[in-house]
């Protein structure tokens, strides 16, 4: 089993930066690729960014590309995504998800998913 547990949410003014943190319990995070998705309100939840279990692959959502950067610590068992010129399209409950095996890009593939956190951005 694995618990994720994401934060660095929170009220920001659009153009902003915040940068989410994924933390994970458990050895076997290193082995995982990680997932970053969001939900907004009324509406599916959504791709954002991923990254492979080394961080030597990343994939990043059209909608975001240029404005945020995925990353991992294995060490640390915690994946960050960085979030710069925030706009108000960009407020949701983001997740973090872990996969073992499978397409990144498709969500029944992830095996573990955190709570959330909000990101509610201000224009």
């Known amino acids: 089993q694995m618990q994720l547990v994401e934060s660095g949410g929170g009220l920001v003014q659009a153009g902003a930066s915040l940068r989410l943190s994924c933390a994970a319990s458990g050895r076997l995070f290193s082995s995982y690729a990680v997932g970053w998705w969001r939900q907004a309100p009324g509406k599916e939840r959504d791709f954002v960014a991923a990254?492979?279990?080394?961080?030597?692959?990343?994939f990043v959502g059209d909608s975001v590309k240029g404005r945020f950067t995925i990353s991992r610590d294995n060490a640390k068992n915690t994946a960050y995504l960085e979030m710069n010129r925030l706009n108000s399209e960009d407020t949701a409950v983001y997740y973090c998800a872990a996969t073992r095996t499978g397409n990144v890009l498709r969500q029944g593939q992830y095996d573990y998913w955190g709570q959330g956190t909000q990101v509610t951005v201000s224009s």
């Open positions: 990254i492979n279990y080394n961080a030597e692959g990343t």
